[in-house]
């Protein structure tokens, strides 16, 4: 992670590559957030996964992640602050999630 925050401050200090820059550490972190990567749920460009099938007494049963390229900035914050079901807890700072909110939601 230290590899991380080194190379988003050589990038924030590019100027004009500012801009891809910043996507590619957004992606960086969506793909290694201290943790297990959100593109593992949630896929790689946040349109959700089904994570794993499982047949019990002969019925098949999905768990899956939901898309998040389409969710406000307040239920992001929300999902990542007080994960629910199998969604883990991750200890990032509130640039860090706005980072990713912005890049999951192309607004990046
Ligand atoms: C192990 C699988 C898993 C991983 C890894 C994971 N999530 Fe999730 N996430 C889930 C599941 C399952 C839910 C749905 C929880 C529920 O029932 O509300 C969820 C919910 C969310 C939501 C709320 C969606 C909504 O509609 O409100 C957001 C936002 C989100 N995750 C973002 C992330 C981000 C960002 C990361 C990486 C830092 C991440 N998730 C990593 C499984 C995962």
New binding site residues.
């Given amino acids: 992670m230290r590899l991380l925050t080194a190379l988003f401050f050589i990038f924030s200090t590019l100027g004009a590559d500012d801009f891809i820059a910043k996507r590619d550490y957004a992606k960086l972190?969506?793909s290694n957030?201290r943790?297990?990567?959100?593109d593992?749920?949630?896929g790689e460009d946040g349109m959700g996964l089904v994570?794993a099938r499982v047949k019990k007494k002969g019925e098949i049963r999905d768990?899956?992640?939901?898309?998040?390229d389409n969710?406000t900035k307040q239920?992001?914050f929300?999902?990542?602050n007080s994960?629910?079901?199998?969604?883990?807890k991750?200890s990032?700072t509130n640039e860090e999630?706005g980072i990713?909110?912005e890049y999951?939601t192309n607004r990046l």
């Fill in positions: 972190l969506y957030p943790g297990i990567g959100c593992k749920c949630h994570i768990f899956s992640a939901p898309r998040i969710v239920a992001f929300k999902a990542l994960p629910k079901d199998i969604m883990p991750y990032l999630m990713l909110f999951i």
